[in-house]
């Protein structure tokens, strides 16, 4: 199996279908394992490594891994949010001084001279625009960035941030990651809209719901003592809070029923799905081992038929709210663009 490549929204660099996200790198995978992951990945044909200034040691240990192979990857990191245990008052945010001083500590952590895509983390509601803007259009211009995108923003934001690039005359965004999966489609109601009007590239990160679809939880209140869940910390609060509700169960159930007609694993197939929705460029695998990675790329290559994806589609379902039900009920519906998918190899 070899991943197939999607554009970068306009930009017209190709990347895989799946991305490698490296939040465990260093942190539930060590440098031995990592390295692992790095090769299984590339090996099958992804070219898109996603990290992160907060992730840890991430960007250190990637520095190291791809010191001799830089040019195979298109390396993505992001900034913006609290860094560091002080959490000084200039360590967050999407300010002149704040991106600065964030990219230059990437760069070094990372060994690298520059970055094929810089993401904003999320929005930065005490500095305007045009100094986040221009402050990406300085860093891109001084060949530190290629391109760059946002991460965490509303559909509004992300509107916003398009028009004002486009009165600036600055570097627009290529890119919007997410959290999308079966289990939050909160993403729908404007900001997937959004991003397909502008032609931007949808990365999504989490597209198991934090684990829930991984199959290793079953219809109760409780994780496994050895799952993810069942160690108390903040990373971990969201999935608990899934798993003891209802119709978040029912969405995991119906994933293992669909995995078990299939014959495929319950993780392929809540990837398989958010893989295929309208709009989707690269969804994130974030794994601990060898073998999850694997397994995970195991959900590329294939589709799912038209009853099973509406099985899933009904029981993840949610209420879009006004005006969307104002506009169904008379009919009219926001048009989707062509699918701009490119098949071959990374």
């Known amino acids: 199996m070899s991943l197939s490549v999607r554009p970068l929204g306009r930009s017209g660099v190709l990347v895989s279908e799946f991305c490698l996200g490296a939040l465990t790198f260093g942190r539930e995978a060590d440098e031995r394992v990592s390295a692992e992951l790095l090769d299984i990945y590339l090996g099958e044909g992804g070219n898109l490594v996603d990290t992160a200034d907060v992730y840890g040691d991430s960007e250190v240990l990637l520095g190291r891994l791809l010191r001799s192979r830089r040019d195979d990857v298109l390396l993505a990191s992001k900034a913006g949010l609290p ?80 028009g004002v690039a486009r009165l600036g005359g600055w570097t627009p965004l290529v890119s919007v990651s997410p959290q999308y999966s079966l289990s939050e489609r909160g993403a729908e109601r404007d900001l997937l809209p959004a991003c397909n009007d502008e032609s931007l590239a949808v990365l999504p990160y989490s597209p198991l719901g934090g684990g829930l679809l991984s199959g290793k939880y079953l219809a109760t209140d409780e994780p496994p003592g050895e799952s993810r869940a069942s160690r108390l910390s903040a990373s971990t609060a969201s999935l608990r809070r899934r798993l003891a509700d209802e119709r978040q169960r029912a969405v995991a159930s119906a994933v293992r029923e669909v995995a078990g007609a299939l014959g495929r694993s319950p993780a392929q197939v809540a990837l398989n799905w958010v893989l295929h929705r309208p709009g989707v460029t690269a969804p994130l695998l974030g794994a601990r081992t060898a073998e999850q990675l694997r397994e995970n790329l195991g959900a590329a290559g294939w589709q799912l038929d038209a009853e099973h994806r509406a ?12 005006p969307h039900d104002w506009l169904e009920h008379y009919g009219i519906r926001q048009g989707a663009k062509p699918d701009r998918e490119v098949t071959g190899v990374a």
Request: glycine share 6%; hydrophobic share 35%; proline share 2%.
């Open 83 to 162: 860094y560091g245990a002080d959490q000084a008052a200039n360590e967050i945010g999407a300010s002149r001084l704040h991106l600065r001083s964030r990219i230059e500590r990437s760069l070094r952590r990372l060994n690298t001279d520059h970055l094929d895509l810089y993401q904003v983390h999320c929005w930065d509601p005490l500095t305007p625009l045009e100094e986040t803007l221009s402050t990406l259009d300085d860093l891109v211009h001084a060949g530190k960035v290629r391109y760059v995108g946002v991460s965490n923003f509303t559909g509004w934001q992300v509107s916003k941030a398009m």
């Open 311 to 322: 099985r899933l589609d009904e029981v993840s379902a949610i209420d879009l709210g006004y």
